[in-house]
C-alpha cells in the first residue's frame, strides 16, 4: 500500500473588507462564471452574501455581512441589510402592476418618480410597505432607494 502525503494548505485568512472591495469581488466573480449564472447564486436566504464563495477575490474570510437585491443586484452592508429586502419586494409588486395596468405606480405632484406605496398595498400588489421612499428608475424601470440619483 502506498500512502502519500499531502500537505495541508494554510486556512485563509480572516480579513476585514469594504463594501468597494465586496461589489468589485462579485463582479469577478460574475465575469469568471459561465454565461447563464449570475451573481444571485452567491446569495443565502436571508439576502447575505456568501462571501466564503468570494475568498479568492477577496484574499481571505469575512465574517462581515453584505446584501444584495436579487432584483437589482445592489449590494449594502449590514447597516441598510433593510433596502435589498423591501427593493426585492417593491421591484416584484411594481412588475406586477405595470404588466397588468400598462402604468407605473407613481405617487402625484411628487418632484421625483416616487413609488405610490399605498396604491400598491390597497390593489394588493404589495404586502408591505417600507419605512422609506422608492424611486422608479428609466433604467429598465429598476428601483432604487437614492433620490440623489436623480440630480
Do not use: C, W
Request: aromatic residues 12%; without cysteine; hydrophobic residues 35%.
Amino acid at each position: 500500500m502506498i500512502f502519500k502525503r499531502f500537505k495541508k494548505e494554510a486556512a485563509p485568512s480572516r480579513i476585514t473588507v469594504t463594501l468597494p472591495e465586496v461589489k468589485q469581488a462579485v463582479r469577478q466573480f460574475e465575469n469568471d462564471m459561465p454565461p447563464k449564472i449570475n451573481r444571485t447564486v452567491l446569495l443565502k436566504e436571508d439576502k447575505s452574501i456568501d462571501l466564503s464563495r468570494l475568498t479568492r477575490y477577496l484574499g481571505g474570510v469575512s465574517d462581515q455581512k453584505f446584501y444584495m437585491s436579487r432584483e437589482t443586484f445592489e449590494i449594502f452592508d449590514e447597516g441598510e441589510k433593510d433596502i435589498p429586502y423591501f427593493l426585492d419586494l417593491v421591484q416584484s409588486a411594481v412588475d406586477s402592476y405595470f404588466s397588468d395596468t400598462g402604468k407605473l405606480p407613481l405617487l402625484e405632484e411628487a418632484p421625483l418618480p416616487e413609488v405610490h406605496f399605498r396604491l400598491l398595498a390597497s390593489q394588493r400588489y404589495l404586502k408591505e410597505v417600507p419605512p422609506f421612499p422608492l424611486y422608479i428608475t428609466d433604467e429598465e424601470l429598476m428601483l432604487t432607494h437614492r433620490s440623489e440619483h436623480f440630480k
